[in-house]
T-cell receptor
Framework: AQKVTQAQTEISVVEKEDVTLDCVYE???????LFWYKQPPSGELVFLIR??????QNEISGRYSWNFQKSTSSFNFTITASQVVDSAVYFC????????????FGEGTQLTVNP | GAVVSQHPSWVICKSGTSVKIECRSL??????MFWYRQFPKQSLMLMAT?????????EQGVEKDKFLINHASLTLSTLTVTSAHPEDSSFYIC?????????????FGPGTRLTVT
């Protein structure tokens, strides 16, 4: 069975602060994929990143960065110099390597960035 | 590429009526489509998985006679909520997966907000 835990239900920061969203996962598969999605108030899921289990390199994309550590089964997401537009619900998700496999979502973290 | 549309984006219906939601992959062939339901302040809950031309596989606790899923073509899947009740009010999201652009991705539709009065 697969499981994704996002322990932070809500986070509130002031603009320009850095913020890290935690994600811990459980799986028995040796090959799997991890994802982060952003869900703004409109509801549409926005894909942010996909990482496969064999690639532990950290990734940076603009103000976004991801830290993948297999040793602790964590895939944390950091937003540097947060902005009001970053306010949204962020979901971490996990799926098997098999094509067409289902996604297992975490409960999501509501991030509010205040001006 | 990999655009998924949903129609309607929102719908209000009366209790006891049925409502159909369409999910289309606009620029790729979706061999697998997924239907999710999301209640306010909650995560996405997978309702069912459908492969083109096959019956949908429903998750435990999801009534297949109430939530009818049809995946008749490689670009269209429909979810029909039959005899809708207020507790069916939710945000319904579909996603699609195919060999292109990537068999490892699920591409999400914008969602349909259903309100049953």
């Amino acid at each position: 069975a697969q499981k994704v835990t996002q322990a932070q239900t809500e986070i509130s920061v002031v603009e320009k602060e850095d913020v890290t969203l935690d994600c811990v996962y459980e799986t028995r598969d040796t090959t799997y994929y991890l994802f982060w999605y952003k869900q703004p108030p409109s509801g549409e899921l926005v894909f942010l990143i996909r990482r496969n289990s064999f690639d532990e390199q950290n990734e940076i994309s603009g103000r976004y960065s991801w830290n993948f550590q297999k040793s602790t089964s964590s895939f944390n997401f950091t937003i540097t110099a947060s902005q009001v537009v970053d306010s949204a619900v962020y979901f971490c998700a996990l799926r098997k390597e098999t094509s067409g496999s289902r996604l297992t979502f975490g409960e999501g973290t509501q991030l509010t960035v205040n001006p | 590429g990999a655009v998924v549309s949903q129609h309607p984006s929102w719908v209000i219906c009366k209790s006891g009526t049925s409502v159909k939601i369409e999910c289309r992959s606009l620029d790729f062939q979706a061999t697998t489509m997924f239907w999710y339901r999301q209640f306010p302040k909650q995560s996405l809950m997978l309702m069912a998985t459908s492969n083109e031309g096959s019956k949908a596989t429903y998750e435990q606790g999801v009534e297949k006679d109430k939530f009818l899923i049809n995946h008749a073509s490689l670009t269209l899947s429909t979810l029909t909520v039959t005899s809708a009740h207020p507790e069916d009010s939710s945000f319904y999201i579909c996603s699609a997966s195919g060999r292109w652009p990537s068999s490892y991705e699920q591409y999400f539709g914008p969602g349909t907000r259903l309100t049953v009065t």
